[in-house]
């Protein structure tokens, strides 16, 4: 049985709403450090990595399993909850499993971009086997006398990849945060029709807008050309959001899907060729992504930051 090995951290169900009649959406991108390229491409030729969240010296079952199995499956619920926001249509209601899908999938969308993914692996390779100190005093008062004197070393003494099984139950763990995604699922959801607006709503690889004041949140993320999903906290910010000029609130969230991009922009055409340019990855967000994730359990600790 072959595997997928092109990943992609930009889901081709999500791409595919900038796609014109010809299948084709225009991706931006800077190959070269001063020149942006944009060029029309199909949903599944861009926003991939080969091999990106497999572990290659395992048993194939176990190499692929993140993108074959456990990111597949979220992709596929996430799409019919994507297709459920932009019909606009309440019935049938939302049931937990489709909300949890939908909510998985926007926070996905800063953990699975190569860049904090490979830091997530990172620091699971490097620090989840250092035990805190209720961990390895359990160990010690279960370690039979022949067993090695810390938990770390009886791990990789193990044999059938168990090591590599928990990092990747770790990994799983990150991508389907329920802390998050519960916070998440509680959040008020709307959808804004912008296409009265002069231009059209563009996405990247980076597109989730995140304002954060306390307990105060807005999550904003372009959902197709023309409709704006956005999850408050508060009745009142989300007010305030809808009550802005279809325009200008285009433009305003265009700038922070532009600027914060990482390695690609997309549109549904090229009327904002110069503002592309002009703002691309003018203000991505720096390593580390998740400088928490280290000091903590990897399990428990958080992954969307303030």
């Known amino acids: 049985m072959s595997h997928p090995r092109d990943h992609h951290f930009v ?4 791409l595919q709403h900038w796609a014109n009649q010809d299948g084709k959406l225009i991706e931006y991108s800077r190959p ?31 190499a692929q399993y993140l993108e074959d199995k456990f990111l597949k499956r979220a992709d596929d619920k996430a799409s019919v909850a994507l297709a459920k926001l932009l019909s606009g249509n309440a019935e049938p209601p939302w049931t937990p499993e489709l909300r949890s899908a939908w909510s998985r999938f926007v926070i996905n969308s800063i953990i699975r971009h190569p860049h904090p993914f490979e830091e997530i692996r990172a620091i699971l390779h490097d620090y989840w086997l250092e035990p805190d100190g209720v961990t390895q005093q359990e160990y010690e008062r279960l370690r039979q006398p022949d067993d090695p004197p810390t938990f770390e070393e009886y791990v990789l003494i193990q044999g059938d990849h168990l090591a590599d099984r928990i990092r990747i139950r770790f990994l799983q763990t990150a991508l389907d945060n329920e802390n998050i995604g519960g916070r998440l699922n509680n959040m008020n959801w709307n959808v804004l029709d912008l296409s009265g607006a002069r231009f059209r709503l563009l996405t990247s690889d980076w ?51 532009v600027s914060q991009a990482r390695l690609h922009v997309y549109s549904s055409d090229r009327m904002q060729d110069q503002f592309v340019t002009n703002n691309m990855s003018s203000r991505i967000q720096q390593p580390p992504f998740f400088p928490r994730l280290a000091r903590g359990r990897c399990a428990n600790a958080p992954i969307v930051e303030a």
């Open 32 to 62: 070269y450090r001063n020149k942006i390229v944009a060029k029309p491409v199909g949903p599944k030729a861009t926003g991939f990595r080969r091999d990106l969240y497999a572990f290659q010296h395992l048993p194939a079952e176990l």
């Open 11 to 14: 889901p081709v169900f999500y």
């Open 207 to 257: 597109p989730l807008g995140r304002n954060i004041n306390g307990e105060r949140i807005a999550l904003t993320l372009p959902i197709s050309p023309t409709a704006l999903f956005t999850a408050t906290t508060h009745p009142d910010i989300y007010r305030a959001i809808s009550r802005t000029r279809p325009s200008e609130l285009v433009r305003t969230i265009n700038a922070e899907v």
